[in-house]
């Protein structure tokens, strides 16, 4: 080997080594993973118990204790009353599909969301479980009274208007709030009956609430009404 391969080759070398170590320092000063770190997931459904169909008071009796309170207990609602109130809201009640409450055509079109604070769900009545939305609080965008933020339960009633081809616009704006208004009493006698406190509210910046639920352009917010243990 001539003096001038064996200068280059030394260089290259040189030139490997430099990288090497290099390399090796930023490993050795790079933060160290944590082995117990928690891997993110996809949030899953939530499977809600079966709907208890018996019991509570009877119809005259809910009829006679219904009522409006705006002063809601942060207590959480449990599971099974969750499941209870959302079955009595928009629940399937027949083998054939149909709800406890009525729709124009049968078009099923309004959408029941539920603000939590530990997210934003949407009722899947057919599987009986709570779809996750957003893995966020969004419950103090659902309306502008004050207690909003901290109540344990904000129901969004949404209609998407893709279920309902074929309609006028007119006629989409009146179905989408006469159907909604079945659903809300459905859940206002739930309440008269299980002994909770509910409101239903129009009192909400539907933009800023449907912006914040990430709906599309043809989903509307129609109303919301907060659910929750009356305040001691």
């Not at 530990?118 to 893995?135: C, I, R, S, W």
Request: glycine residues 4%; proline residues 6%.
């Amino acid at each position: 080997m001539n003096r001038k391969m064996f200068s280059v080759v030394v260089l290259l070398v040189t030139v490997l080594l430099s990288w090497t170590i290099q390399s090796l320092a930023q490993d050795v000063n790079a933060p160290a993973k944590d082995a117990n770190a928690a891997v993110v997931t996809e949030p899953k459904p939530i499977e809600l118990p079966k709907p208890q169909m018996e019991g509570g008071k009877p119809l005259m009796q809910a009829l006679k204790d219904r009522k409006t309170l705006r002063e809601f207990s942060s207590e959480k609602l449990p599971m099974q009353v969750l499941s209870n109130m959302l079955w009595a809201a928009d629940g399937i009640n027949r083998p054939d599909g149909k709800r406890t409450a009525p729709t124009a055509m049968n078009k099923q079109e309004i959408d029941v969301y539920i603000a939590l604070e530990q997210g934003l769900y949407l009722y899947d009545a057919k599987a009986n479980t709570l779809v996750p939305v957003l893995m966020e609080d969004v419950r103090a965008a659902t309306g502008k009274q004050p207690f909003v933020k901290d109540a344990p339960v904000n129901l969004v009633f949404v209609a998407d208007y893709a279920k309902m081809a074929g309609m006028p616009d007119e006629a989409k704006d009146f179905y989408a709030a006469t159907d909604t208004g079945f659903i809300s009493q459905n859940v206002y006698l739930f309440c008269a009956s299980e002994g909770l406190a509910t409101v239903v509210r129009g009192y909400v910046d539907k933009d800023i609430c449907a912006k914040a639920m990430k709906l599309r352009a043809d989903q509307k917010v129609i109303l919301a009404q907060t659910v929750g243990y009356p305040k001691k």
